[in-house]
């Protein structure tokens, strides 16, 4: 089941009572970044989470150590990144060599998050085995 962790759980002793009780780590994205001195950048980040940095160090490290599984999206990997002595580049839309992948603030979000793809499942796919039987009612 999973359980969602509170900053304070960065003390070392507490991730040491926590940790044997878990099968795996979740790190999830965020509208936050990561705080640039943790990758050896300069300067400051307006959209911080200092909290959130200060587990997500501690608890990547601590799960490494135990070779715990770690999932990891969006800022999740990012923070990965950093924890394992990577770096990263701040402003990466500003790069000129690199494609624009931002959504389009002048499209509607329905468009820029929902996209739709036809495809047909046949009797005895996986997809078919790993849902369960739904209801409809019209």
Same mark, same amino acid.
């Given at each position: ?15 040491? &009572?926590? #940790?044997?009780?878990?099968? @795996?780590?979740? *790190? ?9 001195? =943790? ?38 990997? &990012?923070? #990965?990144?950093?924890?394992? @002595?990577?770096? *990263? ?9 690199? =494609? ?39």
């Amino acid at each position: 089941m999973p359980i969602a962790l509170p900053h304070a759980l960065a003390e070392p002793s507490l991730l040491e &009572q926590l #940790l044997p009780k878990l099968d @795996g780590i979740y *790190l999830p994205g965020s509208p936050s970044n990561v705080q640039p001195h =943790l990758y050896g950048e300069n300067g400051d980040e307006p959209d911080a989470d200092p909290g959130r940095d200060l587990l997500s160090m501690a608890i990547i490290n601590a799960a490494l150590e135990r070779r715990i599984p770690i999932f990891a999206i969006c800022r999740g990997l &990012q923070e #990965l990144v950093v924890a394992t @002595g990577g770096s *990263l580049h701040r402003k990466l839309c500003e790069q000129p060599e690199l =494609l624009e992948h931002r959504e389009d603030p002048n499209c509607r979000w329905n468009s820029n998050m929902h996209r739709r793809m036809k495809f047909r499942l046949k009797r005895g796919d996986y997809c078919l085995r790993c849902y369960l039987n739904v209801a409809t009612f019209g």
